[in-house]
């Protein structure tokens, strides 16, 4: 069974880089037919999917993130990253890791961290 | 990018009752390729139905999803007790994957 952890930053100020990271456990980062993805929850909001990536390390992200985002992947610590440039109060939120299958829907997901871009 | 709407944005029913929650696409979603999710409050959302209708492992046959094209349903067929929460569909027919707004199922 698959599981996943966020750790990073709870704070981060604005125009500064918010970097997490998802570290997976019980299975390998580098089976075939799972993507790894990033999705984030402002307060009391709905849910934006940010972007994935594949093992090999080709990416997609949401068009509306794109300019900012950049998500990596590290195979030998089973572990992917996600930074995200230039923050403001927007980009405030819980952000969340998933198991991204083919890359359809999401399952399953890491608990969450929530990060607070203020000075 | 598929923009995804739900409606009611909040349904209060009484545990035993029947849960309809409708999902409309702005356009028509691929080969019916439609998730939907329950979460909870601090909890991440956990995946009940993908591809429209088919149940994600370990989620109870009261739960069901129909639809196609640009109308999808999840229906709850008897409320119990922790089923009360909030429920967002996802599509992924195309690139950019987009979630509803939600439906809160609250307790009447």
């Known amino acids: 069974q698959v599981q996943l952890q966020e750790s990073g930053p709870g704070l981060v100020k604005p125009s500064q880089t918010l970097s997490l990271t998802c570290t997976v456990s019980g299975g390998s980062i580098s089976s075939g037919g799972y993507y790894w993805s990033w999705i984030r929850q402002h307060p009391g909001k709905g849910l934006e999917w940010i972007g994935y990536?594949?093992?090999?390390?080709?990416?997609y992200y949401n068009p509306s993130l794109k300019s900012r985002v950049t998500i990596s992947v590290d195979t030998s610590k089973n572990q992917f990253s996600l930074k995200l440039s230039s923050v403001t109060a927007a980009d405030t939120a819980v952000y969340y890791c998933a198991v991204n299958w083919n890359p359809n829907w999401f399952d399953p997901w890491g608990q969450g961290t929530l990060v607070t871009v203020s000075s | 990018e598929i923009v995804l709407t739900q409606s009611p944005g909040t349904l209060s029913l009484s545990p035993g009752e029947r849960a309809t929650l409708s999902c409309r696409a702005s356009?028509?979603?691929?080969?019916?390729?439609l998730a939907w999710y329950q979460q909870k409050p601090g909890q991440a959302p956990r995946l009940l139905i993908y591809?429209?209708?088919s149940r994600a492992t370990g989620i109870p046959d009261r739960f069901s999803g129909s639809g196609s094209g640009t109308d999808f349903t999840l229906t709850i067929s008897r409320l119990e007790p922790e089923d009360f929460a909030v429920y967002y569909c996802q599509q992924y027919g195309s690139s950019t994957r987009t979630f509803g707004p939600g439906t809160k199922v609250d307790i009447k």
């Open positions: 990536i594949y093992y090999s390390g080709s990416t």
């Open positions: 591809g429209a209708s």
């Open positions: 356009q028509s979603v691929s080969s019916s390729y």
